[in-house]
């Protein structure tokens, strides 16, 4: 059974970096495509960013396209979230998720439901 981790979380002032990660465990990562998702209260959760298994591709939501970055370590089986210039909207619980599904395209990445295994979440908060 897969288990994640998630660390990193913290309160950082607007246009601050931070980056989280998402330990596996229970299953090779390289064989997993790997998730990270975010909820604010009050609000839905939503995709952040996606790799494919072996990295062979990442995916990421349009509001986050260009500040953040995810890519993993095969020899540490984590998954990282660089996340840069980080703005207020982005303060929310973000959570890593994996899948052993077989994915293809963005659609599939960024659907909640194509994933099994979720993290506790780390509460990620950008002051103004």
């Known amino acids: 059974q897969v288990q994640l981790v998630e660390s990193g979380g913290g309160l950082v002032q607007a246009g601050a970096s931070l980056g989280l990660s998402c330990v596996v465990s229970?299953?090779?990562?390289?064989?997993?495509?790997m998730g990270w998702f975010r909820q604010a209260p009050g609000r839905e959760r939503e995709f952040v960013a996606a790799?494919?298994?072996?990295?062979?591709?990442?995916y990421y939501a349009d509001s986050v396209k260009g500040r953040f970055a995810v890519s993993g370590n095969d020899a540490k089986n984590t998954v990282y979230l660089q996340m840069s210039s980080l703005k207020f909207d982005d303060t929310a619980v973000y959570f890593c998720?994996?899948?052993?599904?077989?994915?293809?395209?963005?659609?599939?990445?960024?659907?909640?439901?194509?994933?099994?295994?979720w993290g506790q979440g780390t509460q990620v908060t950008v002051s103004s």
């Open positions: 998720a994996g899948s052993g599904n077989l994915c293809s395209g963005y659609e599939c990445f960024s659907s909640w439901r194509e994933y099994d295994a």
């Open positions: 229970g299953r090779t990562f390289s064989h997993l495509m």
């Open positions: 790799i494919s298994r072996n990295s062979l591709a990442t």
